[in-house]
């Protein structure tokens, strides 16, 4: 383990002082009561300043995003995020507007949002869009109650989600915090939904069935239309997730599919930023018959110019303050013009192409689970080597890639017997070197699995932290190992 900053305090040192000051020693009990006052120190690092900055910039060094290298994390569309975009919402009149400024000075921010819901709502062919929702799960939040708001409009009772035993983790947990029971639909052995098993679910109980089109398994549902005719026909409505729409962008629209609502990842198809929980987008789509539920206000437009419609009383009300995230906004609209309609539908088609060509070079050690061809991103099998998906995984950390998706991982979890398969999703921001550089790296960790499966089932052989066990323990090892297999403190971690 490297030292920690508390490791590097000496004390009596500090990063900066204060010449002596004219105005003598100040008494804080003059402004707060002996119960707002520390008795004790209250423990910070004693480092000069040079230290501190030196720590953390080599803790800046380690760490690793889109930046440094490949990063095939499947399911996130972890696609490079162009810094002109960064530079465009940090102009002076979007970087410094305020909402409470008047609102003869916001026409123009209006018209910027009104443009990017017309977007969204052209690419994915539904009618309107509320671009509230702070992150892909709020947006599936969003349309899970107006889904709830419509059905009693009607006087219909209905409290059932249906979801794939693919799902993302969102699905089920965005449901149940809208106030549903969840029930799995099993895919069939080619991965796909099962239709036997869903028209035996359907029933007047169920409001949704909440589809990913493609699914985590990267593969498109070909019967998504069938699929849309039963669930309809059952008085039900379908709800897309769209973690998977960067495979779809200009070639197929879901609305087209049969959806009724659906959500977007800003920081997937639209190259906003990943940022570890922060500031995020989840646009939320509905076809026309539910527009009356959106969360207000919605951006319009009439003779006078662009305004915030508050004049809604059967919205399900505000879903975040103001307007949503602008910032991560106005970059997704930046890049929507950057690309135009051929250039969103070129992304998609290039990171379908690159998913299929890593498949396709990887698939004498790494095997497709389902074969065929995939959409944008494939799942591969580890069974033919002597170590699991995890350990593979692992090793690759040594040889700078970042690892893919595994099972539990983020916010994916597959079925048990899918329990040795890795998600790897490249993206189209990967050219043909990199991806060719990747793979090689992928196919060194399997020779290695086959040579030296030791080596591998102990990586990762060159970090801090050497692996941190799925379930807490496993065959009676440590939840926590170094890089040699030795315990770590857990507390200390």
């Given at each position: 383990?490297?030292?920690t900053?508390?490791?590097l305090s000496?004390?009596?040192?500090?990063?900066?002082?204060?010449?002596?000051p004219?105005f003598?020693e100040?008494?804080?009990?003059?402004?707060?009561?002996?119960?707002s006052?520390?008795t004790?120190?209250?423990g910070?690092?004693?480092?000069?300043?040079?230290?501190?900055?030196r720590?953390?910039?080599?803790l800046g060094?380690?760490?690793?995003?889109?930046?440094?290298?490949?990063?095939?994390?499947?399911?996130c569309t972890?696609?490079?995020?162009?810094?002109r975009?960064?530079h465009?919402?940090?102009?002076?009149?979007f970087?410094?507007v305020?909402p409470?400024?008047?609102?003869?000075?916001?026409?123009?921010?209006?018209?910027l949002?009104?443009?990017?819901?017309?977007c969204?709502?052209?690419?994915?062919?539904?009618?309107h869009?509320?671009?509230q929702?702070a992150?892909?799960a709020?947006?599936e939040?969003?349309?899970?109650?107006i889904?709830?708001a419509?059905f009693?409009s009607?006087?219909?009772k209905r409290?059932?989600?249906?979801?794939q035993?693919?799902?993302?983790?969102?699905?089920?947990?965005?449901?149940?915090?809208?106030?549903?029971?969840?029930?799995?639909?099993?895919t069939?052995?080619?991965?796909l939904?099962d239709?036997?098993a869903?028209?035996?679910?359907?029933?007047?109980?169920?409001?949704?069935?909440m589809?990913?089109n493609?699914s985590t398994?990267?593969?498109f549902?070909?019967n998504?239309?069938e699929?849309?005719e039963?669930?309809?026909a059952?008085?039900?409505?379908?709800?897309?997730?769209g973690?998977n729409?960067?495979s779809?962008?200009g070639?197929?629209?879901?609305?087209?599919?049969g959806?009724d609502v659906?959500?977007?990842?800003t920081?997937?198809?639209?190259?906003?930023p990943?940022?570890?929980?922060?500031?995020?987008?989840?646009p939320?789509?509905?076809k026309?018959?539910l527009?009356p539920?959106?969360?207000?206000p919605?951006?319009?437009r009439?003779?006078?110019?662009?305004f915030?419609?508050?004049?809604?009383?059967?919205?399900?009300?505000?879903m975040k303050s103001?307007?949503?995230?602008v910032?991560?906004?106005?970059?997704?609209?930046?890049?929507?013009?950057?690309?135009?309609?051929?250039?969103l539908?070129?992304?998609s088609?290039?990171?379908v192409l690159n998913?299929?060509?890593?498949?396709?070079?990887?698939?004498?050690?790494l095997?497709?689970?389902?074969g065929g061809?995939?959409?944008?991103?494939?799942?591969?099998?580890?069974t033919k080597?002597?170590?699991?998906?995890?350990?593979?995984?692992k090793?690759?950390i040594?040889?700078?890639?970042?690892p893919?998706t595994?099972v539990?991982a983020?916010?994916?979890?597959?079925?048990?017997h899918l329990?040795?398969?890795?998600?790897?999703?490249?993206?189209?921001t990967?050219?043909?070197?990199?991806l060719?550089?990747?793979?090689?790296?992928?196919?060194?960790?399997?020779r290695?699995a086959?040579?030296?499966p030791?080596l591998?089932?102990?990586?990762?052989h060159?970090?801090?932290?050497?692996?941190?066990?799925?379930?807490?323990s496993?065959d009676?090892q440590p939840?926590?190992?170094?890089?040699?297999g030795?315990?770590?403190?857990?507390?200390?971690?």
């Open positions: 383990m490297k030292p900053i508390y490791d000496r004390p009596g040192v500090s990063g900066a002082g204060l010449r002596d004219d003598g100040l008494d804080p009990s003059r402004w707060f009561d002996a119960e006052l520390r004790e120190p209250i910070l690092p004693e480092v000069s300043e040079v230290e501190l900055v720590h953390y910039t080599a060094h380690r760490a690793y995003g889109v930046d440094d290298g490949s990063y095939p994390l499947g399911s972890m696609k490079y995020n162009p810094k975009h960064d465009l919402a940090n102009l002076e009149g970087a410094h305020h409470r400024q008047p609102e003869s000075t916001l026409p123009g921010l209006w018209e949002l009104f443009h990017l819901a017309e969204f709502a052209e690419l994915t062919g539904m009618d869009f509320t671009l929702p992150a892909g709020h947006g939040l969003t349309g899970l109650m889904i709830r419509w009693e009607r006087g219909v409290d059932v989600i249906l979801i035993d693919s799902a993302h983790g969102t699905n089920p947990a965005s449901a149940s915090m809208a106030g549903y029971r969840c029930e799995m639909i099993r069939t052995p080619e991965g939904t239709l036997d869903l028209e035996a679910a359907l029933d007047d109980s169920v409001a949704a069935v589809l990913t493609p398994f990267g593969l549902e070909r998504i239309r699929i849309a039963r669930v309809h059952n008085g039900s409505l379908l709800i897309y997730d973690a729409m960067n779809l962008m070639i197929v629209r879901p609305g087209d599919m959806f659906l959500q977007l990842n920081h997937k198809t639209f190259s906003t990943h940022l570890s929980g922060g500031a995020g987008a989840g939320c789509g509905v026309a018959f527009e539920f959106l969360p207000i919605v951006i319009r009439d003779a006078r110019g662009y915030p419609d508050e004049d809604r009383p059967r919205s399900i009300g505000r103001f307007y949503g995230h910032g991560i906004l106005i970059r997704a609209y930046c890049y929507i013009l950057t690309c135009g309609p051929q250039g539908r070129t992304a088609e290039n990171a998913a299929n060509y890593v498949q396709a070079r990887l698939s004498s050690h095997p497709p689970v389902f061809q995939c959409m944008h991103e494939c799942l591969l099998s580890t080597l002597q170590v699991s998906a995890f350990d593979f995984a090793r690759l040594d040889h700078g890639v970042h893919p595994l539990g983020g916010c994916v979890y597959f079925p048990g329990r040795d398969a890795m998600l790897v999703e490249p993206t189209e990967e050219t043909l070197e990199s060719d550089r990747m793979i090689e790296k992928f196919l060194r960790v399997a290695e086959l040579d030296d030791e591998v089932r102990t990586a990762p060159t970090r801090d932290v050497g692996k941190i066990l799925p379930s807490g496993r009676g939840a926590y190992s170094g890089p040699t030795r315990p770590i403190d857990s507390e200390r971690t």
